[in-house]
């Protein structure tokens, strides 16, 4: 099993629309949480951090279930430009060290006009 | 947020030959670190360079092949050794931006290889 799983997609939407995305990890013990964006033949970049009281920027939410290991990501009233790869990331602990990042494969979002 | 500087930022290279990609960044870090991302495929570490010390891999990549140099806190190389049309990918370094364990990372913007 993977470290961090999430639907491929693609999900094609229409601007104005709700989507969302999920993602699952498997280590019980991870420490931190986040989603990442990556633009085509572009490097990621950190969209926002997840918090277990869950939160919100703008027009983004984002939400974590330690319980159920699962993180997700809403995006409300999409805009064409958020046509991207996002991008599930977990950070690990891994013994005493401050653990490393598993990144998901990304879940692929078309905005349409 | 650092400021990090990736060259080259493409390349075509024959079979055998070996390429090194250079990292650069705008403040002092203690870790930098390198991924691969194969098309289609999400990132893989390879491996995080430290500074006075040897690199550290992870499973599946070895010094021999993706040998790294860390000769300060502001630079690192990854080379890619005797290439083969299987490490056509994106190589991207990173560097913490977070405290604690907030661990988020900065990208370069990535060096994209394609080997014949």
């Known amino acids: 099993r993977k470290e961090v799983e999430q639907d491929p997609g693609p999900f094609n939407v229409p601007e104005g629309a709700t989507v969302a995305f999920n993602c699952t990890y498997s280590n019980s013990a991870s420490q931190s949480f986040f989603w990442y964006r990556q633009d085509c033949r572009k490097e990621p970049k950190l969209l926002m951090s997840?918090?277990?009281s869950g939160n919100e920027d703008g027009r983004f939410t984002a939400q974590l279930n330690r319980a159920s290991q699962y993180i997700s990501l809403l995006i409300r009233d999409s805009k064409l430009s958020d046509s991207a790869t996002y991008l599930c990331v977990v950070n690990m602990a891994r013994g005493s060290t401050l653990g490393r990042l598993y990144f998901g494969r990304g879940t692929q979002l078309t905005v349409w006009p | 947020s650092a400021v990090i500087s990736q060259k080259p930022s493409r390349d075509i290279c024959q079979r055998g030959t070996s390429l090194t990609i250079q990292c650069q960044v705008d403040?002092?870090?203690?870790?930098m670190f390198w991924y691969r991302q194969q098309p289609g495929q999400s990132l893989t570490l390879i491996a995080t360079a430290n500074q006075g010390s040897e690199a550290t891999y992870e499973s599946g990549f070895v010094i021999d092949k993706f040998p790294i140099s860390r000769p300060n806190l502001t630079f690192s190389t990854l080379t890619v050794s005797n290439m083969s049309p299987e490490d056509s990918s994106i190589y991207l370094c990173s560097v913490d931006g977070g405290s604690g364990t907030g661990r988020i990372q900065y990208f370069g913007a990535g060096t994209r290889l394609s080997v014949l």
């Open positions: 997840v918090y277990s």
């Open positions: 403040s002092q870090v203690t870790m």
